[in-house]
């Protein structure tokens, strides 16, 4: 994910440069998704790579998804994402309409542009069920309200969405993609679809919306500000003894 995309030909210097850059040296890494990339792509040693998931202020984030809002459906599936190629919001479209659920879709794209994803909708039959969110300074009610997220991604590092989402009672169908939602999602393995079992996933998002209460987690304890503290602080201990 580091090494650039639109560049093809500039990747084996990439490659060598940041291979330069972390060889040798205490890196964190904020998934055991992107550690292992780090390993496979760069030759790095896992000894040296720690993975720390970044801190959620749980207690606040639930305060803050009971705030009123009045801009969507009463009832809809959400995904939040800039509509960049990785977030597959083609596929979002297609196991959506697949599930056949009555309910709408909305999605959030923060400063992303609209026109992508309303010629998506368009292209589906979908234009008048996909509600498009730009920014909103607080998510947390779009995400608390929803009956299910959807994460259709092709990849990911940490996708926070997916932790808000379950922290704000929202229960979340995603794709077992690299890397993240597999670590989230560990206590509720059918919440997650290989990539490209559409088929799969359309039904899944059927089971959880008849009924989304079998689908939520409820301990996020690895995602305190308290416990991924002293993670970062025995990482440092660590590293300053072998120094």
């Known amino acids: 994910m580091l090494l650039s995309k639109r560049m093809p030909l500039f990747r084996p210097f990439q490659r060598i440069y940041l291979k330069k850059i972390y060889q040798n040296r205490p890196v964190i890494s904020v998934s055991k998704g992107v550690r292992d990339d780090l390993v496979k792509a760069f030759s790095l040693s896992p000894e040296m790579i720690g993975a720390i998931y970044n801190p959620f202020d ?42 056949g ?11 992303g542009k609209k026109k992508k994803v309303l010629d998506l909708a368009k292209k589906y039959g979908l234009e008048d069920r996909v509600h498009i969110c730009g920014y909103r300074e607080n998510p947390y009610p779009y995400m608390a309200q929803a009956k299910a997220l959807a994460l259709t991604s092709d990849y990911e590092g940490l996708p ?26 560990r206590d ?50 660590k590293h300053i003894k072998e120094q």
């Not at 659920?101 to 400063?111: A, F, K, R």
């Open 58 to 99: 749980v207690e606040d984030i639930k305060r803050l998804s009971s705030e009123p809002i009045c801009d969507v459906p009463e009832e809809y599936v959400l995904a939040v994402g800039r509509p960049v190629k990785a977030k597959r919001f083609d596929r979002l479209m297609r196991v959506f309409k697949e599930s």
């Open 101 to 111: 659920v009555s309910c709408d879709l909305v999605v959030m794209i923060g400063h």
């Open 160 to 185: 926070t969405v997916v932790i808000e989402s379950l922290i704000c009672g929202t229960p979340v169908v995603a794709t077992d993609c690299s890397s993240g939602p597999s670590e989230i999602l």
């Open 188 to 237: 509720m393995p059918t919440c997650l679809i290989p990539v490209r079992d559409e088929k799969g996933f359309s039904t899944q998002l059927r089971t959880v919306l008849r009924s989304p209460q079998k689908f939520l987690i409820e301990e996020f304890s690895q995602f305190s500000s308290e416990v991924v503290s002293e993670r970062y602080v025995r990482f440092i201990q």
